[in-house]
């Protein structure tokens, strides 16, 4: 990584921006300690998600204890993600993404404490409350950051971003497996993961600039706190921000419950064997990564607003195909079309929401649309088990169509900013040309 930089006020020619005075090298290491952010992110969740049974076993617990512990988590996220705004206007991006992501590791720390040393419940929860919390407000933070990287390096770059937090669950569930495999304690184990998200948010960071949500002059004259609050709860008032909502709740929705009801959908839905349903959700988690990563181009070349109305029709079709399949192979088939067609709503979402004249409203414009994402996360599998009890798993996954249906009627308030409808040849891609700055910088 570069050494740490700002580029200096002082030098900036009238009529440009901080992001214009990087060079190309400056601007490519920041994109990519974004994709680190990223999957830092990603492994500390599956770290954890790894390691689950033997919590579960060391402390003797059943299925409902498991879950209070886990809601510690999912409660610890909504905090984080309310709280992300006012931490980034205090500290910025560059110093909250550290202390979330400390916070995070601090509460691996914990958990693998209380789950392998010490056995304490209560001490699992606190430590998952913590990890919920960091986790919750790094996700705002990064894809704060992440849509200012993109924006000025100007290629679509959110969906390869959030391909980097599955790598980063990949990477963070095969050392899981692996410790579980060599009977390493789970103490040891994420105290070892906390280390290595720590050191590697420390030399990624010196990558970011400073100051980019500061370009309108945020830092110059904060206002009260009465009045940040006002402006953080006003985005909810906006009807195309809680439109770009209902698209990342369709679409967080089925990716949400794909996550926590597919496999079993396959076992007792279709009738197969518990190794098929585990190898299909290998194929949705796989289909939905390659989604992300080429998603980006296709974005480009077509703009939003299409390429989500393609991905919401897809993944109605897929679904739909999954649940009435007559054979196996067309439900596999659907499998892939579903994962594909959820692959790019949440990181359009983010992008959509962070697409805004004011930087200083981008974190809570991404805060709001995060919330409700995350509320689909959370809510999403409860509602399908309670509904699959009542009308079978299969029939509960209609729910998911009529809500991937919605979030493509609604995707037109994805659009770009500038009311392009796709970049085409007109976007500057790196080594494209075209003079960005004083400085030469081209991309």
């Given at each position: 990584?570069?050494?740490?930089?700002?580029?200096?006020?002082?030098?900036?020619?009238?009529?440009?921006?901080?992001?214009?005075?990087?060079?190309?090298?400056?601007?490519?290491?920041?994109?990519?300690?974004?994709?680190?952010?990223?999957?830092?992110?990603?492994?500390?969740?599956?770290?954890?998600?790894?390691?689950?049974?033997?919590?579960?076993?060391?402390?003797?617990?059943?299925?409902?204890?498991?879950?209070?512990?886990?809601?510690?988590?999912?409660?610890?996220?909504?905090?984080?993600?309310?709280?992300?705004?006012?931490?980034?206007?205090?500290?910025?991006?560059?110093?909250?993404?550290?202390?979330?992501?400390?916070?995070?590791?601090?509460?691996?720390?914990?958990?693998?404490?209380?789950?392998?040393?010490?056995?304490?419940?209560?001490?699992?929860?606190?430590?998952?409350?913590?990890?919920?919390?960091?986790?919750?407000?790094?996700?705002?933070?990064?894809?704060?950051?992440?849509?200012?990287?993109?924006?000025?390096?100007?290629?679509?770059?959110?969906?390869?971003?959030?391909?980097?937090?599955?790598?980063?669950?990949?990477?963070?569930?095969?050392?899981?497996?692996?410790?579980?495999?060599?009977?390493?304690?789970?103490?040891?184990?994420?105290?070892?993961?906390?280390?290595?998200?720590v050191a590697g948010v420390l030399v990624a960071i010196?990558?970011?600039?400073?100051?980019?949500?500061?370009?309108?002059?945020?830092?110059?004259?904060?206002?009260?706190?009465?009045?940040?609050?006002?402006?953080?709860?006003?985005?909810?008032?906006?009807?195309?921000?809680?439109?770009?909502?209902?698209?990342?709740?369709?679409?967080?929705?089925?990716?949400?419950?794909?996550?926590?009801?597919?496999?079993?959908?396959v076992v007792d839905g279709h009738d197969q064997s518990?190794?098929?349903?585990?190898?299909?959700?290998?194929?949705?988690?796989?289909?939905?990564?390659?989604?992300?990563?080429?998603?980006?181009?296709?974005?480009?070349?077509f703009g939003r607003v299409p390429v989500l109305r393609?991905?919401?029709?897809?993944?109605?079709?897929?679904?739909?195909?999954?649940?009435?399949?007559?054979?196996?192979?067309?439900?596999?088939?659907?499998?892939?079309?579903?994962?594909?067609?959820?692959?790019?709503?949440?990181?359009?979402?983010?992008?959509?929401?962070?697409?805004?004249?004011?930087?200083?409203?981008?974190?809570?414009?991404?805060?709001?649309?995060?919330?409700?994402?995350?509320?689909?996360?959370?809510?999403?599998?409860?509602?399908?088990?309670?509904?699959?009890?009542?009308?079978?798993?299969?029939?509960?996954?209609?729910?998911?169509?009529?809500?991937?249906?919605?979030?493509?009627?609604?995707?037109?308030?994805?659009?770009?900013?500038?009311?392009?409808?796709?970049?085409?040849?007109?976007?500057?891609?790196?080594?494209?040309?075209?003079?960005?700055?004083?400085?030469?910088?081209?991309?």
């Amino acid at each position: 990584m570069p050494r740490d930089f700002r580029p200096a006020p002082a030098t900036r020619p009238p009529g440009t921006t901080m992001t214009d005075q990087l060079t190309r090298p400056q601007l490519l290491a920041w994109r990519n300690a974004i994709f680190v952010v990223f999957a830092l992110s990603g492994i500390s969740v599956a770290s954890w998600v790894a390691r689950i049974p033997a919590v579960r076993d060391s402390l003797g617990l059943d299925t409902a204890q498991l879950g209070i512990l886990i809601f510690a988590m999912s409660a610890g996220s909504v905090i984080g993600l309310v709280s992300a705004p006012p931490v980034m206007l205090r500290l910025g991006a560059r110093g909250g993404m550290v202390l979330s992501l400390v916070v995070v590791s601090a509460g691996l720390v914990i958990v693998g404490l209380g789950g392998g040393l010490v056995l304490s419940a209560p001490l699992v929860g606190v430590g998952l409350a913590l990890v919920g919390l960091g986790n919750g407000a790094v996700d705002v933070m990064m894809n704060v950051e992440g849509a200012a990287a993109e924006k000025a390096i100007g290629k679509t770059l959110m969906p390869l971003m959030h391909a980097f937090f599955s790598f980063g669950t990949v990477a963070g569930a095969g050392l899981g497996a692996l410790a579980s495999w060599l009977s390493v304690n789970v103490a040891l184990h994420l105290a070892v993961v906390a280390a290595i998200i720590v050191a590697g948010v420390l030399v990624a960071i010196r990558a970011v600039p400073r100051g980019v949500e500061d370009e309108s002059g945020a830092a110059a004259s904060k206002p009260p706190f009465r009045e940040r609050l006002r402006a953080s709860l006003a985005v909810w008032g906006d009807l195309r921000l809680l439109a770009i909502g209902v698209v990342m709740l369709g679409m967080a929705f089925a990716e949400g419950s794909a996550n926590d009801w597919l496999t079993l959908a396959v076992v007792d839905g279709h009738d197969q064997s518990n190794t098929t349903g585990a190898v299909i959700f290998a194929l949705f988690t796989v289909s939905m990564t390659a989604g992300r990563v080429l998603g980006g181009p296709v974005l480009d070349r077509f703009g939003r607003v299409p390429v989500l109305r393609v991905s919401a029709l897809l993944g109605a079709l897929g679904i739909a195909l999954f649940i009435f399949a007559p054979v196996t192979w067309l439900a596999w088939v659907g499998c892939v079309f579903w994962a594909v067609g959820c692959s790019l709503g949440f990181p359009v979402g983010m992008s959509a929401a962070a697409d805004t004249g004011d930087p200083r409203q981008a974190a809570a414009r991404v805060s709001a649309v995060a919330i409700i994402g995350y509320v689909a996360f959370l809510v999403g599998p409860p509602v399908l088990g309670l509904l699959g009890h009542e009308v079978g798993i299969l029939n509960a996954l209609l729910v998911i169509l009529v809500l991937v249906v919605l979030a493509g009627i609604a995707a037109p308030a994805v659009r770009e900013r500038d009311g392009r409808s796709g970049s085409g040849s007109d976007t500057l891609g790196p080594g494209q040309g075209g003079d960005r700055s004083a400085s030469g910088a081209t991309l």
